[in-house]
């Protein structure tokens, strides 16, 4: 405190070079830092080089490592069960992301001007916290074909027997549950950009005439950009994450769910502990989930490089 | 104050150290297995009737041989708990499974120890040897290069089960042929009833159906050899695709009961239960499983699939022992020990399952299944296409099977889907 009291306008290069509050910063640099850095590199870093260094090996995890070159990431291309798990993971990324902003941008909107929207926001929260093993519990008895919930309202309202949700449509119900889990937390994220735009200008927006749409196109969604930037590539990254909730919606005390609804998380324990008879493919494995945390990355860079804006100051 | 903050951070540290080496103290204290001690890591969580059957066992074998035996009630996921410890760590002395997941881990890394004495070993107080005591029928596939890596003490047979007491026309004189079968199912279907039972999204539950009606065509091991052609393409015959039409019919002839294609399991099985459907094909776990749900007076009756070469798939569980266990005679004691019908027939009359010794009396609603295991010849649970080729039937078998058990893809759509996945399961398992 002291230190920057200090009035005297110092020339840059005497603040750089030495300075009290510079030094003891230098001093406090790595005991604050090394904990965080120790365990990050320890659980993360770590496994992530063992990963790839095990992906160019054959490994039941008992036996010794049989060196395989690139031959896992060969076979791995041209794998229809991996592509078709990693077409998935996409799907997910790009619809269930972009549904859950939209709708996310659109509670947003209806709850900035309501009455008890702390409550509300609260309600819309709730799925996030719960664990998805139950969400996946109550999804079942949601749809479940003849007599799920949905179904039966569909029945006596209309008469008649409605969709096969569980037979004909599993992965698009999966994807719908992801969206209900998810909006909750980036509603929160969103709101808590929008309520810090001055409310003034959206009096201005009122006495200019503005529709809602034109409110959001150039008032809300500018000045909440830098907010949107960030929620988006915390989706990116959780979307690849995902996994309990099709897990547990998808298969059953024994088996996994079918192969169809896999993701790439999915695949990666279909490949190593899943199923009665694992498979233990420790260096297969490894390889698909490096070639899918390659792919995140790239997408996490492009997405950073595409919403990158001017910040707009206010 | 500068004093005491350079040296707290030391030590919290040392603290750390000090903690964290007195807990992993603490855990080599508690997996090591004492001298001439026998550690057990069983598949059974403690409520479980198996688990007392066990652990009385236990107590008893101790109390005679002066043993001590340390018992871990590891649950299902115990092989997932010793196989990091095959690498390097305390493995258990003896281990509990069921036979597939015994043959992924402990055989397949060649890591159980030959068992070949434990069948010469003399069950205690008997004058019987193991060998004499386990029916051999059942011995068979519980070998690799000769050597035996399971001694069972648990029988889990596949097959129809009904109620007998609303069908006693089917347990008087059951039907013989696939063809006997469907007449069976047609006629409960005209008179308004669902012939068949099926969780259809347990992927297993429907398996059964189109490779139990191939074996019963074909003949016991001949499916797995089909699913070893590196094509796929070895399914085309028109043997199997007759068998494959007459599954698929089952689903277009509206037998299975609603719900089949679009619930939950178990809805459809505790429908069966309840008696609104006539026939559920599953393990002999079936009694117990749905008993809780059963209507009053239900009599459950054991029928093998109908079929020209019919044969009941039969399934394992027992013990094993890894290679690298410190006390394996021990274990090898144990095991012996546990034949002794006093210990053996409480797995009928309390967990109420067969045993693999035939002179012990089933339970009253395996009776069937008993009867079916001594007269017909044995195959294996999903022609063991599921415990040899690990992940074959997940990426394989099932999404194909799926859609023709219900109705959804023509026996033309299967064969090329199943030979397309085929040919890429074998192409990374080269």
Same mark, same amino acid.
């Given at each position: ?12 290069? @005497? ?32 496994? @992530? ?5 095990? #992906? ?109 949700? =569980? ?57 909440? *950009? ?89 | 104050?500068?004093?005491? @903050? ?37 598949? *059974?969580?403690? #409520? ?24 871990? *009630? ?19 002395? =003896? ?154 019919? =089952? ?118 299944? @008993? ?54 399961? *074998?192409?990374?398992?080269?």
């Amino acid at each position: 405190m002291a230190v920057t009291a200090i009035p005297v306008v110092r020339p840059r290069k @005497a603040v750089a070079g030495g300075g009290a509050l510079a030094r003891r910063r230098r001093r406090t640099f790595w005991p604050f830092l090394l904990p965080a850095l120790v365990i990050y590199l320890a659980f993360f870093i770590g496994p @992530a080089l063992a990963s790839l260094w095990i #992906s160019f090996h054959k490994w039941d995890g008992v036996g010794e490592m049989e060196p395989r070159g690139l031959q896992n990431y060969e076979i791995l291309f041209s794998d229809d069960t991996f592509l078709a798990a990693f077409g998935n993971t996409l799907l997910i990324l790009v619809v269930v992301g972009a549904a859950t902003f939209a709708v996310s941008f659109g509670l947003t909107m209806v709850l900035r001007d309501m009455r008890g929207k702390r409550f509300v926001r609260a309600v819309l929260f709730f799925p996030y916290i719960i664990s998805p093993l139950v969400l996946s519990v109550l999804w079942g008895f949601l749809f479940r074909t003849p007599e799920g919930l949905v179904n039966s309202a569909w029945a006596a309202l209309t008469g008649g027997t409605g969709v096969n949700w =569980l037979g004909d449509h599993l992965f698009g119900v999966i994807m719908i549950g992801l969206i209900w889990v998810n909006t909750g937390f980036y509603t929160t994220v969103i709101m808590a950009g929008v309520d810090r735009i001055p409310p003034d200008l959206y009096e201005d927006c009122a006495l200019a005439g503005a529709t809602a749409w034109q409110r959001f196109r150039h008032v809300t969604l500018p000045l909440s *950009w830098d907010v949107v930037a960030t929620a988006a590539v915390i989706w990116t990254i959780s979307s690849l994450k995902i996994f309990e909730f099709i897990y547990a919606f998808g298969g059953n005390t024994n088996d996994m769910p079918t192969v169809t609804v896999w993701n790439s998380a999915l695949f990666v324990y279909g490949a190593t502990f899943g199923g009665r008879t694992p498979q233990y493919q420790f260096g297969y494995a490894s390889a698909s989930a490096v070639v899918t945390l390659a792919v995140i990355t790239v997408l996490v860079v492009l997405l950073r490089r595409l919403l990158r804006r001017e910040a707009v100051a206010f | 104050m500068a004093l005491r @903050a350079s040296t707290s951070p030391r030590r919290l540290l040392a603290a750390l150290v000090t903690s964290a080496l007195a807990l992993t103290v603490a855990g080599c204290g508690g997996g090591s297995s004492g001298g001439g001690g026998l550690t057990y890591w069983s598949m *059974w969580k403690e #409520s479980e009737p198996q688990a007392k059957v066990l652990a009385d066992a236990v107590r008893a074998f101790e109390a005679e041989t002066g043993v001590k035996v340390s018992v871990q *009630w590891q649950g299902r996921e115990v092989l997932k708990k010793v196989t990091p410890a095959l690498r390097g760590g305390d493995v258990p002395d =003896l281990v509990d499974q069921e036979e597939n997941p015994i043959r992924a881990t402990l055989v397949q890394a060649d890591a159980f120890r030959d068992l070949s004495g434990v069948f010469a070993a003399e069950v205690p107080g008997s004058a019987k040897l193991v060998s004499q005591v386990v029916s051999d029928k059942y011995l068979g596939t519980l070998k690799k290069d000769g050597k035996p890596f399971l001694v069972p003490y648990e029988v889990i047979g596949h097959g129809l089960w009904f109620d007998s007491a609303a069908h006693a026309g089917v347990a008087a004189s059951p039907p013989k042929t696939w063809q006997d079968f469907t007449a069976l199912l047609a006629k409960s279907k005209s008179e308004g009833r669902s012939p068949i039972a099926l969780d259809g999204d347990i992927p297993y539950y429907n398996a059964y159906w189109t490779i139990g009606a191939l074996q019963n065509a074909l003949g016991p091991g001949r499916v797995s050899e089909l699913a070893k052609d590196p094509t796929g393409k070895a399914w085309d015959t028109p043997e199997v695709r007759a068998v494959l039409a007459s599954v698929r019919d =089952l689903s277009r002839q509206g037998y299975f009961a609603p719900g089949f294609d679009g619930s939950k399991w178990p809805a459809v099985q505790e429908k069966w239960a309840q008696g609104q459907a006539d026939f559920l094909l599953m393990g002999s776990w079936a009694p117990s499983e749905t008993g809780a749900k059963a209507k009053s007076g239900i009599s459950y009756q054991f029928l093998p699939l109908p079929g020209a070469r019919q044969s009941v798939p039969v399934g394992s569980l027992g013990f094993t022992i890894p290679k690298r266990a410190k006390n394996p005679g021990a274990a090898e004691r144990f095991i012996a020990y546990f034949m002794k019908d006093q210990h053996l027939g409480r797995i009928a009359t309390e967990a109420k399952n067969l045993t693999p010794n035939p002179a012990l009396p089933a339970p009253p609603e395996l009776a069937g299944l @008993a009867k079916a295991t001594a007269e017909l010849p044995i195959s294996r649970p999903l022609d063991g296409l599921e415990a040899d080729y690990p992940g074959y039937v997940d990426e394989v078998f099932y999404p194909a099977n799926d859609l023709l058990v219900k109705g959804k893809s023509e026996v033309d759509g299967f064969l090329a889907q199943l030979a397309e996945r085929q040919a890429n399961y *074998w192409k990374k398992h080269r």
